[in-house]
T-cell receptor, first 114, second 111 residues
């Protein structure tokens, strides 16, 4: 089945620790996105990539880093510089281009600082 | 900067009612608009995609309309069921940039 897989589903981070969230897709999509969701705030864009080896900052990129070495994979690292990382993280992908192409989402990773 | 607003923030209806969820956006220069459903603790499921040149799209009991010039979209749900209870999110694609989301409408359908 084609789709987007995020792992792990739940992740716990200690203070000062870096953690990496995985996002893999087998839809052959060029563009991939990371969003953060907090209660009452909707989805906010962290980073996105429209092609391999290239990515752009979103609205809340501080304290996060990404890589796009393969078309299928777009991992997100939450660094110790991110002071409030507890949130629900969502990965999405879509075909490239400006036309009417649907965005598809993974099932999310819930990150909690302990 | 594009902003998306969804009204109401929450809605509770008895089973069987027809209902309308509203979405408005500030910049009419969009390529498409997409409606999603999100169940608690889950990812987003795409419901309907409307191209900027279209006026509406239908899927089963769902009908979404788009009035680009006035910056509005509605999601109509016919004969609501308890299984429709979820948060519904609207998102617009403002050109060659990522989707911009509203904060969603939390729907409860009471049996």
């Amino acid at each position: 089945d084609g789709g987007i897989t995020q792992s792990p589903k739940y992740l716990f981070r200690k203070e000062g620790q870096n953690v990496t969230l995985s996002c893999e897709q087998n839809l052959n999509h060029d563009a991939m996105y990371w969003y953060r969701q907090d209660p009452g705030q909707g989805l906010r864009l962290i980073y996105y990539s429209q092609i391999v080896n290239d990515f752009q900052k979103g609205d809340i990129a501080e304290g996060y880093s990404v890589s796009r070495e393969k078309k299928e994979s777009f991992p997100l690292t939450v660094t110790s510089a991110q002071k409030n990382p507890t949130a629900f993280y969502l990965c999405a992908s879509r075909r490239a281009g400006q036309g009417a192409t649907e965005a598809f989402f993974g099932q999310g990773t819930r990150l909690t600082v302990v | 900067k594009q902003e998306v607003t969804q009204i109401p923030a929450a809605l509770s209806v008895p089973e069987g009612e027809n209902l309308v969820l509203n979405c408005s956006f500030t910049d009419s220069a969009i390529y498409n608009l997409q409606w999603f459903r999100q169940d608690p603790g889950k990812g987003l499921t795409s419901l309907l995609l409307i191209q900027s040149s279209q006026r509406e799209q239908t899927s089963g009991r769902l009908n979404a309309s788009l009035d680009k010039s006035s910056g509005r979209s509605t999601l109509y749900i016919a004969a609501s069921q308890p299984g429709d209870s979820a948060t519904y999110l609207c998102a617009v694609k403002p050109g060659n940039t990522p989707l911009v989301f509203g904060k969603g409408t939390r729907l409860s359908v009471i049996a």
